[in-house]
């Protein structure tokens, strides 16, 4: 190894600025929409099929009101099966990891539904609980809770065990080791699972509309479908597409509020 070679390894690598973390990105997004633009109008592709960047953004504006009166319903299922979902989840790896029993008795359960498809549980759903909100949070919340049951119960029990074995050696009650230890040892899981709940969420939400609503974001993607609005079927997905990126930074900037400590990089 050439000592070019050693000096690089040997040091540190340089953070790009926050300007360029986020001009990087945005030049990314504006090349593939111009590219997009230029293809559809060189092609003469017609709008039926793929509307052109521009078309999709004069229907952003021209059906505003439309989507607006639309999106509220799926942010209040989307919102509703996501706190469901992570809270049943949270209680529930707590449980798993105090008590193995319930682990054996209850996981093996949480699994099977998991592996059911969302769009056959979806039907039974709506026979059960009606056409409203319930049948649309109860699917986002099914969707969100498996993997932050799986994230959670890894989390609880990934604490050292020089530390567990200190807090028993002080007596602390299993309270205070949960408080203490395993909750705050937790949270970097924690928030990983949530960020995938995010999108999850959405997708669960949108989901339960195409099998019966009357308004949200999925009852306006299958009523464009069936009348070849592309245009507005485009500007749906990317509206859908916006509240998921939404929900995706606010819980990053939750993170980066409630976790101030990182781990120490591993040494090359």
């Given at each position: 190894?050439s000592?070019?070679?050693v000096a690089a390894?040997?040091?540190p690598?340089?953070?790009?600025s926050?300007?360029?973390r986020?001009l990087?990105?945005?030049l990314?997004i504006?090349?593939v929409?111009?590219?997009?633009e ?6 003469k592709?017609p709008?039926?099929l793929?509307?052109a ?7 952003f504006?021209?059906e505003?009101p439309?989507?607006?009166?639309n999106?509220?319903a799926?942010v209040?299922e989307a ?5 469901i979902?992570?809270?049943v989840?949270?209680l529930?790896a ?12 209850l996981f093996?359960?949480a699994v099977a539904v998991?592996?059911?498809?969302i ?8 026979l ?8 649309k949070i109860v699917?986002a ?6 993997p932050?049951?799986?994230?959670m119960v890894?989390?609880?029990e ?7 074995e200190?807090m028993?050696?002080?007596s602390?009650?299993r309270?205070q080791?949960?408080?203490k230890?395993r ?5 970097p899981f ?5 960020k995938?709940?995010t999108?999850s969420s959405?997708?669960?939400?949108i989901v339960?509309e ?6 949200g974001l999925?009852?306006?993607?299958v009523?464009?479908?069936?009348e070849f ?5 485009y500007?749906?997905?990317?509206v859908?597409?916006l509240?998921?990126?939404g929900?995706f930074l606010?819980?990053v900037?939750l ?10 990089a591993?040494k090359?």
């Amino acid at each position: 190894m050439s000592a070019v070679q050693v000096a690089a390894r040997v040091a540190p690598r340089r953070r790009a600025s926050p300007t360029l973390r986020l001009l990087v990105p945005a030049l990314g997004i504006l090349g593939v929409l111009a590219y997009w633009e230029l293809h559809i109008r060189v092609f003469k592709v017609p709008a039926y099929l793929v509307p052109a960047p521009s078309l999709i953004a004069q229907t952003f504006i021209e059906e505003w009101p439309t989507l607006q009166r639309n999106v509220g319903a799926t942010v209040i299922e989307a919102a509703g099966g996501f706190f469901i979902g992570n809270a049943v989840a949270i209680l529930l790896a707590i449980l798993f990891v105090h008590n193995k029993t319930m682990e054996r008795t209850l996981f093996p359960i949480a699994v099977a539904v998991r592996t059911i498809p969302i769009i056959a549980i979806a039907p039974i759903l709506v026979l059960l609980l009606g056409n409203g909100y319930a049948p649309k949070i109860v699917i986002a919340a099914l969707i969100c809770f498996f993997p932050t049951l799986v994230n959670m119960v890894r989390g609880l029990e990934a604490v050292e065990a020089s530390a567990l074995e200190l807090m028993r050696v002080l007596s602390a009650t299993r309270r205070q080791i949960l408080f203490k230890l395993r909750l705050p040892s937790s949270l970097p899981f924690l928030f990983a699972a949530l960020k995938i709940s995010t999108a999850s969420s959405v997708i669960g939400a949108i989901v339960a509309e195409w099998i019966g609503a009357d308004t949200g974001l999925g009852y306006l993607i299958v009523i464009s479908t069936f009348e070849f609005r592309t245009g507005l079927l485009y500007a749906t997905t990317v509206v859908a597409s916006l509240l998921a990126l939404g929900l995706f930074l606010s819980i990053v900037v939750l993170e980066r509020l409630v976790i101030r400590w990182q781990p120490e990089a591993p040494k090359q």
